[in-house]
């Protein structure tokens, strides 16, 4: 689905992406781990094109998309949730769902979310900004699987939850996986993220320290313990 090779990826001046290198096949949850700066966020951007990386290159599905903006990406069918969730916050849960529906042909409707995540039906005329955290999260995912994307690019979406909701996001995203979407997840919850993913990508200094399965990281306290601080 999603090949990353050796990209190299700048802000300004600074050299933050060393030669990158990842892959996602259909069907999988891959997680991007590494501590705080380690260059997670700057890969999603890179591949979404906030960040266009100045050397390697990035294909989906084949076809090469470095450099390619995000509304063209969007609609070669990859999305992405930035860790501030961008939601309309003066605006309904109902109204911040129809503008991301029917943009793009596919199985997610808004009749599905709410079979996936009955609070926001609950909470439809209720305004973005008087939604709880866990809420707004959920939202912010709800509208990324909205636009029908082949691949989902997730950032942080546990970022300040109560561990409780974070177990609650983690089971709809079981359900989202289940229905076969493909996920690049980047996460600082180490047990949330093995959970999920099938498999793992280690991210330091800019440059990719480790790959392996959930499994193979579980057991593996060396990794863990030098490059997640867990
Ligand atoms: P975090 O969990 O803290 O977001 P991360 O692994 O996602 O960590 P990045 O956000 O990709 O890390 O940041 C990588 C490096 O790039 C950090 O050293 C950070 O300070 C720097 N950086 C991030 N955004 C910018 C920017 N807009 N301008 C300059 N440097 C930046």
Known sequence: MLSVENIHSY?????????????????????LLGRNGAGKTTTLRSIIGLTPPKQGQI????????????HAMARVGVSYMPETRGIFPSLTVYENLTLAAGRRPGPWTIARIFEIFPRLEARRTNG?????G?????????????????????DEPTEGLAPIIVQD???RLEAIKREGMTILLVEQNFRFATNLADRVYVLGK???QWSGTAGEILADD????TWLGV
């Open 206 to 208: 800019g440059e990719i």
């Open 222 to 225: 060396h990794t863990q313990k």
């Open 134 to 154: 866990g809420e707004q999260q959920m939202l912010a995912i709800a509208r990324t699987l909205l636009l029908n994307p082949d691949l989902l690019l997730l």
């Open 169 to 171: 996001i983690e089971e």
């Open 59 to 70: 294909h989906l599905k084949g076809k090469e998309t470095t450099g390619h903006k995000p």
């Open 128 to 132: 973005g900004a008087q939604l709880s």
């Open 11 to 31: 802000y300004g001046a600074s050299h933050i992406l060393h030669g990158v290198s990842l892959e996602v096949n259909q069907g999988e949850v891959v997680a």
